[in-house]
């Protein structure tokens, strides 16, 4: 018999409500799904509230069980989270369960969630790149696997295997932290972010302020006004300022292939390369994968394998360090289910003990 759940992937720009089901033979399918502007409600009761009825009217079902993906971190007993990292509304699982009627409501981290849901994935769900020298290589069993997505800010978690369990992801804030300039370009980008103000609240910039939509923006001025061999296009450059979406624009026009575009978007995807071989080594070296993905790596795919983030990930280290060689054995992917979030979070509390939470 098939299960239903009611998930939620709430990040710092959109809310994403859906009602998941699990089908016999394990198979996961979105029935129904709503996409709402995180700044434009003020909590999840309403909205849960209508998509619950909508699957009851439609589909015959009673929705029982939730769970909700949060872009920020989640305590312990996993019931309140009072206030997300890009938000001023928190979710409260008991307040929750009294406006809808549920009976169980699961919080966990966004990026919990989707450590979940990569294990979930088909090959239909990721796509593999292949190392700078040509070479691919095989996930290894019972390793861990890390993720690292790029939105609104950088989402990564840790994903270990536990004999008793299975896949049990570690959420982490790590987009919060310092970049690691590894260059001269990079130092100067660092130090333009820094004093133009382009960092949250620091005088250095996080991953956060670099690895986002608004990073890809600042990356853009920073490439237009401090590489004297740039050539930007007056009307590129008007378009991107007028856009009511820079990030887009600029993403847009490098995948038609403008030139200071593709500059930018190739320094992005350096500074995702370098993060993500950062995140595999803290992961006991990610031998069973790394996972890249976010709503900007799956707007941009063809970008992403361009060669800019493999050749950041492939030279971490010095030809001859060790862990080089360790790094060459990791299998490394692009996510492109954009559900993956969603079918975690229905893995998370459908399959797994509620103690183990």
């Known amino acids: 018999m098939s ?67 949060i872009c920020g971190p989640v305590p312990a007993d996993r019931q309140v989270c009072e206030v997300f990292t890009s938000l001023t509304w928190g979710v409260s699982a008991p307040a929750l369960k009294a406006a809808t009627g549920l009976e169980r409501v699961l919080l966990i981290n966004d990026f919990e969630a989707v450590g979940f849901g990569i294990t979930q994935l088909g090959n239909d769900g990721v796509e593999q790149l292949p190392h700078v020298d040509g070479t691919t290589c095989e996930p290894k069993l019972k390793e861990v696997k890390v993720v690292i997505g790029a939105g609104t800010g950088l989402g990564e978690a840790i994903v270990p295997y536990i004999n008793t369990v299975g896949y049990l992801p570690i959420g982490s804030e790590g987009g919060s932290c310092d970049i690691s300039p590894r260059n001269e370009a990079q130092w100067s980008m660092a130090k333009y972010f820094a004093t133009h103000g382009h960092t949250c609240g620091g005088n250095f910039p996080d991953w956060d302020d670099t690895l986002s ?57 350096e500074m995702l390369g370098q ?35 493999m050749r950041a990930f492939d030279h971490t280290k010095a030809p001859a360090h060790v862990m080089r060689d360790l790094l060459s054995q990791v299998p490394v992917y692009l996510v492109t289910n954009c559900d993956v979030a969603l079918l975690g979070a229905a893995h998370a509390v459908l399959d797994y003990p509620a103690d183990v939470f």
């Open 3 to 69: 299960k239903h759940v009611l998930v939620g992937d709430v990040g710092g720009t959109k809310t994403r409500l859906a009602v998941v089901e699990k089908r016999e033979g394990g198979t996961w399918r979105v029935i129904l799904d709503r996409v709402l502007r995180s700044d434009a409600i003020s909590g999840l009761e309403g909205p849960s509230t209508q998509l619950m009825a909508e699957a009851d009217t439609k589909f015959g079902v009673k929705i029982t069980t939730a769970c909700f993906a």
């Open 275 to 309: 993060d993500a071989s950062y995140l595999a080594l803290r992961g006991r070296c990610a031998l069973g994968g790394v996972y890249v993905c976010g709503g900007v790596v799956q707007k941009t795919l063809p970008l992403a394998r361009r060669g800019a983030l």
């Open 213 to 269: 939509g608004r990073g890809i923006e600042h990356m853009f001025q920073f490439v237009i006004n401090n590489d004297p061999s740039c050539k930007v296009s007056e009307a590129v450059k008007q378009a991107v300022e007028r856009s009511p979406d820079p990030p887009a624009e600029i993403s847009t026009r490098a995948l038609q292939g403008d030139e200071v575009c593709l500059q930018t978007m190739d320094l992005f995807y």
